[in-house]
């Protein structure tokens, strides 16, 4: 298929893994210090399971999954606002479908749905404008979700609704931001990563100047990375390139489609309807400053949150639930006391478990389940053992 | 009473109403005229003729054909009724015969039960009833007794059709999930997705340019002609919802092997993938309507293949996969980039009411 088979040539991937091997021998790097790279987008994290690339890196690289993927890291209080707002009478609640199975305290959408909720799947927040100007006598609350990646569309949406003088639409803001979150995995003490495959299509939004600061101030390589297997292959590629000539610096290898400067028009928008939030909870990571956006004043017969009141209640992850430790690289998804055992796809405890996107997710449906649990035993046992 | 009265009572159903109404359930007349004029004339065969409670057939026939009488039912809910290719009816029918069929039996007879929401088209139910008898003559199985109910608005979606069909096994043939051995070959009749995307597609929330037609057959003759070649063939399943990837976990967690999958074998149209790369769909889950799954001994193969090739409904038959010893009750898929992974079964749905 044009345009995508280019860009899964296994003839490439050989060359390119074998480019690898030269330069992680001549980095020195051994089994027993493997080096992190972080992927932070959830979208790379899946690319990397699908197409089976991390068995086929050398064993002194270790691809740390990260935060970027907004499902995932939705708080559970979020969700329960959600059930809230579409369990109002007179609502019609519209998600993307893969929010739907987000477990919230009590009941996910999904759930939600089957209690007599009128909550519907859409492909475009545009969708929710039609179903609006169908059901006048409804108000139509988009759940608006996602990174710098989304918000265009949801801010041109808002603006189109006001310009149509449509009344009975408004959004649940949930969309939230990179730039901080990846200042707060730097600023972790316990973090490791030696560098970044920063999201493509994030930065296709905001362009590659609002990264300088990881290369600047932390003094760690970036690589703005494209989503075809191929694509995270030369990222890689280009990370070890950087470490081995001891550089810094702000790459771009996704040029085809993100330019330096960003999308000029997209960020207008994005910037006219959103302000940013103070803090925003994740889930695993807790309280961000900066992290979140919320609709300016001038907008707010769009906000649900305005319109409305929701319960915004802060609901902590089970104890037991390592994801913190897990998105900053500190230990593997199946390392984690509950992998796959009280956490699984089917009733996830955690955020990484939620969305096929979700590291722990990933793993669990296309890692080797058994021999990973083995690991973890072995794992186990060898701590006992040291401490005893 | 008088010859005209008697004339008008006696007079054999038509069905003139343009929309389905709850009298059409009530069990009078109305009722009788539908069941006449739509489904009778429609599905017309000697045993359903006899308009009795129950359809009854000759034992004899039966134990001429085989050692084993088979049964199975399904529920057909499909949403939207008509597709490219198909509609709920021909579902209907070749769901049910195919259920029969992999487990190596010669579909007979199906019953069919209709549960209609209040409202729907008579010419609709018409069109579907015709779609059952065309569909039903390709597998050469007949519909011999039937239900009708008509149900409230809302309290069901246009239309839901059930049916259940008993065939024949013959002598000798023993296909079980348990039975796939490492050296095995696993083969498959065609493209894989066609009815998924095809529905997808029909319900026009995506506006594709292309048009997917679903790939709903009858398998009964093209398994009989696999048997022909290959009467010992392991382990043989239709593809349905979930795809072949749930099919293969059932293959390699009922016989405790690993199958390891050709991603580069598997025969996917270029529709289908470029659908599947927009929304984020994996072809290997996707819903198939006329897809059997077969593990043959690798010495049979070949020919196996060969056959299927030359029959109507395998064309585009392929190797996709071997069954190896570890790690046991495992999918894996060698991906066409050069990596491996693990193939799962599917959690939660990627596709709601596909059949």
């Not at chain 1, 559970?76 to 109002?88: H, I, K, P, Q, T």
């Not at chain 1, 808002?158 to 009975?168: P, R, S, T, Y």
């Not at chain 2, 709920?88 to 007879?109: E, F, M, R, S």
């Not at chain 2, 009750?329 to 799962?344: K, M």
Request: hydrophobic share 40%.
């Amino acid at each position: 298929m044009k345009y995508v088979d280019e860009f899964r040539d296994p003839d490439k991937a050989k060359m390119l893994i074998s480019e690898i091997i030269a330069i992680t021998e001549s980095l020195e790097i051994t089994e027993k210090h493997p080096l992190q790279l972080m992927e932070f987008c959830g979208g790379h994290t899946h690319t990397i399971f699908r197409y089976g690339i991390e068995q086929m890196l050398p064993k002194s690289i270790e691809l740390v999954h990260g935060p970027g993927c907004p499902v995932c890291v939705l708080p559970m209080g979020r969700v329960d606002d959600c059930v809230a707002l579409a369990e109002r009478p007179n609502v019609i609640f519209t998600t993307f479908g893969d929010a739907m199975r987000v477990p919230g305290s009590k009941k996910s959408l999904l759930q939600a749905k089957a209690d007599g909720a009128d909550i519907r799947m859409v492909y475009s927040p545009l969708d929710c404008l039609e179903l609006a100007k169908k059901n006048p006598d409804k108000e139509v609350i988009f759940f608006a979700l996602g990174f710098e990646t989304t918000m265009p569309s949801t801010a041109l949406t808002v603006l189109q609704a006001e310009q149509e003088g449509i009344k009975n639409f408004s959004l649940f803001c949930n969309h939230i931001t990179t730039v901080p979150t990846i200042k707060a995995i730097l600023d972790s003490p316990d973090m490791k990563i030696d560098g970044f495959l920063a999201p493509g299509h994030v930065c296709m939004v905001v362009g590659e100047r609002p990264f300088d600061f990881v290369a600047d101030n932390y003094n760690k390589p970036l690589v703005v990375t494209g989503f075809e297997p191929l694509d995270i292959l030369q990222s890689i590629w280009m990370l070890l390139k950087q470490l081995d000539e001891k550089r810094n610096d702000v790459e771009n290898q996704y040029a085809r489609i993100v330019p330096a400067e960003g999308n000029a028009p997209g960020m207008d928008a994005l910037s006219k309807v959103f302000e940013l939030r103070e803090f925003f909870e994740w889930r695993g990571l807790g309280s961000i400053d900066h992290s979140g956006v919320q609709m300016r004043k001038e907008y707010a017969g769009f906000d649900a949150e305005q319109k409305f009141s929701v319960p915004n209640l802060q609901i902590a992850d089970p104890k037991s639930c390592q994801c913190g430790e897990v998105l900053k690289g500190v230990i593997r998804p199946w390392e984690c006391k509950v992998f796959g055992t009280q956490c699984n796809p089917e009733t996830p405890m955690g955020a990484l478990m939620v969305s096929t996107e979700g590291a722990c997710a990933a793993y669990y449906n296309f890692g080797n389940l058994d021999e990973l649990l083995g690991k973890r035993e072995k794992k186990a046992k060898q701590q006992k053992v040291a401490s005893a | 009473m008088s010859s005209v009265v008697a004339n008008i009572r006696q007079r054999s159903g038509k069905c003139r109403a343009e929309t389905i109404t709850m009298a059409h359930g009530s069990g009078g007349k109305a009722m009788r005229d539908l069941i006449d004029d739509v489904f009778v004339t429609a599905f017309d065969n000697e045993e359903l003729n006899k308009l009795e409670d129950q359809a009854r057939f000759d034992l004899s026939a039966l134990t001429n054909k085989g050692d084993l009488l088979a049964m199975t039912t399904d529920s057909y809910v499909v949403d939207p009724l008509f597709f490219p290719g198909g509609d709920i009816g021909k579902l209907a029918i070749t769901g049910t015969v195919n259920d029969l069929a992999v487990g190596g039996a010669i579909p007979l007879y199906l019953t069919c039960a209709m549960i209609i929401e209040e409202g729907m088209l008579v010419d609709d139910l018409r069109r579907i009833a015709q779609s059952m008898r065309k569909t039903a003559d390709e597998a050469g199985v007949k519909i011999v007794t039937g239900d009708t109910k008509v149900v409230p608005r809302g309290a069901a979606d246009k239309l839901f059709i059930n049916t259940a069909g008993i065939g024949v096994i013959a002598a000798g043939i023993n296909i079980g999930t348990h039975r796939a051995q490492p050296g095995d070959v696993v083969l498959i009749n065609g493209y894989v997705g066609d009815h998924g995307a095809a529905i997808v597609d029909a319900r026009g929330e995506m506006a594709l340019e292309n048009t997917i037609e679903t790939d709903c057959q009858p398998l009964n003759s093209l398994i009989q002609t696999m048997l022909e070649v290959c009467p010992d063939i392991h382990c043989m399943r239709d593809a349905t919802r979930g795809g072949i990837a749930t099919v293969l976990n059932e293959f390699a967690q009922g016989s405790n092997t690993c199958i390891r999958l050709d991603e580069n074998a598997m025969p996917i149209r270029n529709e289908v993938r470029g659908m599947c790369e927009i929304l984020g769909l994996d072809p290997l889950y996707l819903a198939n309507e006329g897809k059997v799954v077969a593990i043959v001994p690798a010495d049979a193969a070949e020919k196996t293949l060969a056959a299927m090739r030359e029959h109507p409904a395998g064309l585009d038959s392929a190797i996709i996969a071997e069954v190896t010893d570890t790690p046991e009750a495992t999918v894996i898929l060698s991906t066409s980039f050069g990596g491996e992974r693990i193939v799962d079964m599917l959690v939660g749905e990627q596709l709601p009411r596909i059949c």
